[in-house]
């Protein structure tokens, strides 16, 4: 699926724009002001590091479709795991993503070097994977691809309504007490079982899963 630009006619730089929830993002601007040519790195807010607004400037908010006109993507941590980074990989540019502490359930099956290009912590290493990337164009539109397969597979709707499912189940498992039905609650309609987008809780597979 084309996001953007076909490969060859995107931007040939990494670009990141995001709020200054995290320090690396604001390094990512000062490498950017000194590697024009490689980065084109952004804040779009400030809230934790206001004071740092005269020094590293503002930009304006950018469309999320329009990041997929540069070839590369740099995925940093916000004060937690980027909420933006499945959809990057969604996107038909190739991911650079920051090692974090902090994951999201499908990222067991990522692979660094087959669906993204990993970055060390400091993003001390960043412009030497970008000025990979540019030297090895044909590689790195392979990852980009191989990223955005992955990334269509595992967040399939039924994929995230089953892993969903089984982390109510297990939550309910670790339950002390019984849940206790309170006066001004409302039942909440659920659908028919066979309306269900996911089947990881059928005993037996519907005749239309066989």
Not at 58 to 82: C, E, H, I, R, S
Not at 91 to 102: A, I, M, P
Not at 120 to 149: C, F, H, P, T
Request: some cysteine.
């Amino acid at each position: 699926m084309l996001i953007g630009p076909f490969w060859d006619n995107k931007t040939e730089q990494a670009l990141f724009r995001g709020r200054d929830s995290r320090e690396e993002r604001l390094y990512l601007v000062k490498l950017s002001k000194e590697n024009p040519e490689l980065l084109d790195a952004g804040i779009t807010g400030y809230f934790f590091f206001r004071e740092k607004e005269k020094e590293l400037g503002k930009v304006p908010l950018m469309g999320f479709f329009d990041f997929f006109k540069y070839k590369y993507q740099v995925n940093v941590d916000g004060t937690v795991a980027a909420y933006r980074f499945p959809y990057l990989l969604l996107g038909d540019s190739l991911v650079l993503k920051q090692d974090s502490q902090y994951y999201e359930h499908f990222y067991t099956v990522l692979k660094p070097w087959k669906h993204y290009v990993p970055v060390k912590r400091s993003l001390e290493d960043l412009l030497e994977k970008i000025k990979w990337a540019k030297e090895n164009d044909e590689e790195a539109q392979k990852i980009a691809k191989e990223g955005q397969s992955v990334a269509r597979e595992l967040l399939q709707p039924h994929r995230l309504y089953c892993y969903y499912y089984r982390v109510l189940q297990k939550y309910a498992e670790r339950q002390a007490s019984k849940p206790e039905i309170r006066d001004g609650m409302e039942p909440v309609p659920q659908p028919d079982d066979r309306d269900s987008v996911c089947s990881c809780h059928r005993k037996k597979p519907l005749r239309e899963d066989l």
